[in-house]
């Protein structure tokens, strides 16, 4: 099976820092996936990539980035933490051209102070 | 641009009896469509997918779903609630191969000794 690793499942940061949420998997998928999950609004998309050098926004990118230099990992970074960037975050993934479903990651639950 | 509607955010049954989690979809293609659920501080775990294939899905622990394009519904069924199908339902439509979704808001589903 697929592991999709998120190393900090709580993390608390204050308002201005810059932030990193890691994301690694072991099996070479090429989609990669950030969401966001705020009570109320289900899981949002932040960005997304298809493969090395691809990256896309989602529908909540702004104050938000990734860079994909290998299959493994899809980093997302918060450029300077907000309060409204306090939210539980996932990553998942999924082989090209095989929507059988995401392979989701344990979840980050991040508080901006 | 796709786009999916959970009808219920709170279903409550009592043990044993019959489950009935509504979800409408949009999309401008043929989608694939899913079911997830969420337990408490928990990542998502995939319960079933519709991929274009037979319209009646089954899933993991009991549930199942109907894809009807006439009706653009696939809605979440289980003949007989356990305790612990308390949890968050998610429903999800994706463009088939990429893997791009789109998420419901999530139906929290109690279910009463």
């Known amino acids: 099976d697929v592991k999709v690793t998120q190393s900090s499942r709580y993390l608390v940061k204050r308002t201005g820092e810059k932030v990193f949420l890691e994301c690694v998997q072991d099996m070479d998928h090429e989609n990669m996936f950030w969401y966001r999950q705020d009570l109320g609004h289900g899981l949002r998309l932040i960005h997304y990539?298809?493969?090395?050098?691809?990256?896309n926004k989602g529908e909540v990118s702004d104050g938000y980035s990734v860079s994909r230099s290998n299959t493994e990992d899809l980093p997302l970074t918060l450029e300077s933490a907000a309060s409204s960037q306090t939210s539980v975050y996932f990553c998942?993934?999924?082989?090209?051209?095989?929507?059988?479903?995401?392979?989701f990651g344990s979840g980050t639950r991040l508080t901006v102070v | 641009a796709q786009s999916v509607t959970q009808l219920d955010s709170h279903v409550s049954v009592s043990e044993g009896t019959p489950v009935l989690l509504r979800c409408n979809y949009s999309?401008?293609?043929?989608?694939?469509l899913f079911w997830y659920v969420q337990h408490p501080n928990k990542g998502l775990q995939l319960l079933l997918k519709?991929?274009?294939?037979?319209?009646l899905v089954k899933g993991i622990n009991g549930f199942e779903a109907e894809f009807k394009k006439s009706e653009t519904s696939f809605h979440l069924t289980k003949p007989s609630a356990h305790m612990s199908d308390a949890a968050e339902y998610f429903c999800v439509v994706s463009d088939t191969n990429a893997g791009k979704s789109t998420f419901g808001d999530g139906t929290t589903l109690t279910v009463k000794p």
């Open positions: 999309s401008s293609y043929s989608p694939s």
């Open positions: 998942a993934t999924l082989r090209r051209g095989h929507n059988y479903g995401y392979t």
């Open positions: 519709y991929t274009s294939a037979a319209t």
């Open positions: 990539s298809y493969g090395v050098q691809d990256t």
